[in-house]
C-alpha cells in the first residue's frame, strides 16, 4: 500500500499515515470486495439454513468491518461527520441476533458509493449518467434483497416459501408500486411492502432525474465522490486563478509519478468550475473545487490553505483585467498565503517581471514570467534549432526524461560532482543539471565541487527516477 503504518511514530502521524492507508485505492477495492461477498454469503446462508462454515464465514466479515470502521472513526478529524457518513455501515454491523443479520444488505449502499469514487478516476465518460445509473443499480439491489429478506422472515406466506420467490416479490412490487402476487398478513410484511412501493417510486424518480442535465448536476453533489471533506486534506496543492494554462498544471500535478492521494483544491471566482478542466487526466475523487475571491482570508482558509503543501497562483483569466491589475492580485494572494502559512511552498505566474521583486519579498520560491519564457524558447529555437522538441520532453513528466529534484542522501555525501556525474549516468542513466546548497543553485557545477548530504540536486532522468 501507498501509506504504511509504523507503530513507532507519533499519535499524529499514525493517524494521517492509517488514514491514508484506508483511503487508499486498493484497500477501497479490497472493502467494496467484502461488502459483496458478505451480501452473497448471507444470500447463501438463507438459501442453505443451518450451514454452520456460512454463519461463522459472515461473522469473521463483520468482525472485519467492525475493526474497518473503528479505524476510520479513529482517524476521523470530526467525529460528528464519521457518524453521519458511516450510520448506515455502522447499522449493518451492529446486530448479532440472526433475524436481524439482513442489515447486512445496508452496506450495498457503501459499495455503491465505492464505485462511484473508483470509477470517477476513468474520466468524463463515467460522470453524469453513468455514475447515477450506477448509483441506481445499488439502491435497487439493495431493496430487493433487504426486502426479500425481511419477508421471508417475517411473512413467508405472502413472499412464498422459497427465497427466489421472496425476491421474485420484492422485485415486482417494487417495480409494480403494489403487492404483486398474495398480500402481506403481518405488521412487518406489510411495513416492508409499503418500504419497497415507496422505494420503487423514489428510484423511478431518480431514474427519470438522470435524464435531466438539470437534475444530473443536483445529484453529482450528492455521491459523496470525495472521501475526505475540505478541512480534513493535508500536504494538498491549492491552485488560485484560471487561464489556458490551467488544464496543462492540473494534468502535470496529477501525472505519472505524482502520489496516487495528491489532493489539488482549485479556486476561481466562476460560480462553476471551469469547463476546460482536463477531466481525463486528473483524479476527479482528488480534485476540489471552491468558488470565491482568492485574495480572501476566509475563502483560502475554506480551501485549507493552512494545512497545504503547496499553492500555485496562476494570472487569472476568469474576468476581464488589466495586466497590471492581474498582477496585483497575484501579489495581494501571495501574502495572504504566506501570512496564513509560512511553511508553504508557493509558485507563481506574472505578467511583468517587474513585479517580481514584490513576490520575493513575501517569500514565493518561484515566479513564472510566462511571456517571458515564450520569447526565450522562441528565440533559442531560432539560434539552437531542435531545442524546442527537447523542450517538450524535460519540461513534461508525462513521457521520456524529465527534471527531479532530489536530496543527497547520506551515501552519495561527500563525493565530488565529477564521481556523483559517474554515479547517476552509470546507475539510474541520469544527467546532473544543477547543485543547490547554501550559496544558492549552481548549474553545471565545477567537477571539483565537493556535495553535501542534505543538498539539493536537479537531476534529469526518466519518469521512474529514485535516488
Not at 453513468?130 to 429478506?149: K, M, P, W
Amino acid at each position: 500500500m501507498s501509506a504504511k503504518f509504523d507503530i513507532r511514530r507519533t499519535p499524529g502521524t499514525r493517524r494521517r499515515a492509517l488514514a491514508r492507508f484506508l483511503h487508499d485505492p486498493r484497500v477501497e477495492i479490497a472493502v467494496l470486495a467484502l461488502i459483496v461477498l458478505s451480501v452473497v454469503l448471507l444470500v447463501w446462508e438463507q438459501l442453505s439454513p443451518g450451514n454452520r462454515a456460512i454463519e461463522v464465514a459472515g461473522h469473521v466479515l463483520t468482525g472485519v468491518f467492525v475493526v474497518e470502521l473503528s479505524l476510520r472513526f479513529w482517524v476521523a478529524r470530526k467525529k460528528q461527520r464519521f457518524f453521519r457518513r458511516y450510520w448506515l455501515d455502522i447499522l449493518a454491523v451492529m446486530p448479532l441476533i440472526r433475524p436481524l443479520r439482513v442489515l447486512r444488505v445496508l452496506r450495498l449502499f457503501r459499495a455503491g458509493v465505492l464505485v462511484n469514487r473508483r470509477g470517477g478516476r476513468y474520466g468524463e465518460l463515467f460522470q453524469g449518467e453513468i455514475r447515477q445509473l450506477t448509483t441506481l443499480a445499488s439502491i435497487t439491489g439493495t431493496l430487493v434483497l433487504f426486502g426479500a429478506l425481511v419477508l421471508q422472515l417475517a411473512d413467508p406466506a405472502a413472499a412464498g416459501q422459497s427465497f427466489e420467490s421472496a425476491i421474485w416479490f420484492s422485485m415486482l412490487s417494487l417495480v409494480a408500486g403494489e403487492p404483486v402476487g398474495a398480500t402481506p398478513t403481518t405488521l412487518v410484511g406489510r411495513l416492508t411492502t409499503l418500504f419497497l412501493m415507496l422505494g420503487g417510486l423514489t428510484v423511478f424518480g431518480m431514474f427519470v432525474a438522470t435524464v435531466s442535465a438539470a437534475m444530473v448536476s443536483r445529484l453529482s453533489t450528492r455521491l459523496e465522490v470525495h472521501e475526505l471533506d475540505l478541512d480534513e486534506l493535508e500536504n494538498h496543492i491549492v491552485v488560485c486563478g484560471w487561464n489556458r494554462s490551467g488544464p496543462t498544471v492540473l494534468a502535470e500535478l496529477f501525472g505519472p509519478g505524482s502520489s496516487p492521494d495528491l489532493a489539488v483544491v482549485l479556486i476561481t471566482e466562476s460560480a462553476e468550475r471551469p469547463p476546460d478542466v482536463p477531466m481525463d487526466r486528473v483524479r476527479p475523487e482528488y480534485l476540489y473545487y471552491v468558488s470565491g475571491d482568492y485574495t480572501r482570508v476566509e475563502v483560502l482558509e475554506e480551501a485549507g490553505i493552512v494545512n497545504a503543501r503547496a499553492a500555485v497562483l496562476l494570472s487569472d483569466e476568469t474576468h476581464e483585467r488589466s495586466d497590471q491589475d492581474t498582477d496585483a492580485r497575484t501579489v495581494l494572494a501571495a501574502l495572504t498565503v504566506e501570512r496564513l502559512n509560512s511553511d508553504i511552498f508557493t509558485c507563481a505566474e506574472l505578467t511583468n517581471r517587474q513585479n517580481e521583486s514584490m513576490l520575493k519579498s513575501a517569500g514565493v520560491e518561484e515566479i513564472v514570467v510566462g511571456e517571458w519564457y515564450a520569447g526565450v524558447i522562441l528565440g533559442s529555437s531560432v539560434r539552437t534549432r531542435g531545442i524546442v522538441g527537447v523542450m517538450d520532453e524535460i519540461l513534461s513528466i508525462e513521457h521520456g526524461n524529465a527534471f527531479h529534484t532530489v536530496e543527497v542522501p547520506e551515501s552519495l555525501g561527500g563525493k565530488t560532482v565529477a564521481e556523483l556525474h559517474g554515479y547517476l549516468l552509470r546507475e539510474h542513466q541520469a544527467i546532473l543539471i544543477s547543485h543547490g546548497g547554501e550559496g544558492g543553485v549552481e548549474v553545471n557545477p565545477p567537477s571539483d565541487r565537493i556535495i553535501r548530504t542534505g543538498e539539493q540536486l536537479v537531476v534529469l532522468a526518466r519518469q521512474e527516477f529514485r535516488l
